[in-house]
Nanobody
Framework: QVQLVESGGGLVQAGGSLRLSCAAS????????MGWFRQAPGKEREFVTA?????????YYADSVKGRFTISRDNAKNTVYLQMNSLKPEDTAVYYC?????????????????WGQGTQVTVSS
């Protein structure tokens, strides 16, 4: 299984931006579909976005982040990124990077094989 390490979380004011990174090791990164999930206190883990490993690099977004968040990947650096703009207080959560051996993205956490330890994102109002 691939090992994942997230970075880039922090405290930001509403309307601000953050970029999260997830560095992968121990696997053929280009063969993994990568996703981001988040979990706020007292809530279930929810899908944020995913990007496929296929040449088309199809992307998938939760409705709540469409137009504000952008996922991208650099296979040469074994890294996936999450650019978050126009942040809102309701985006506050621990953000997790995840990987699955599959050609397409999935909205279900159960479809992902490997997880990072998470990085905290806090958006103040």
């Amino acid at each position: 299984q691939v090992q994942l390490v997230e970075s880039g979380g922090g405290l930001v004011q509403a309307g601000g931006s953050l970029r999260l990174s997830c560095a992968a090791s121990g696997g053929t990164f280009s063969r993994y579909t990568m996703g981001w999930f988040r979990q706020a206190p007292g809530k279930e883990r929810e899908f944020v976005t995913a990007i496929s490993w296929s040449g088309a690099r199809s992307t998938y977004y939760a409705d709540s982040v469409k137009g504000r968040f952008t996922i991208s990947r650099d296979n040469a650096k074994n890294t996936v990124y999450l650019q978050m703009n126009s942040l809102k207080p309701e985006d506050t959560a621990v953000y997790y990077c995840a990987a699955r051996r599959g050609a397409s993205g999935s909205y279900s956490a159960g479809e992902y094989d490997s997880w990072g330890q998470g990085t905290q994102v806090t958006v103040s109002s």
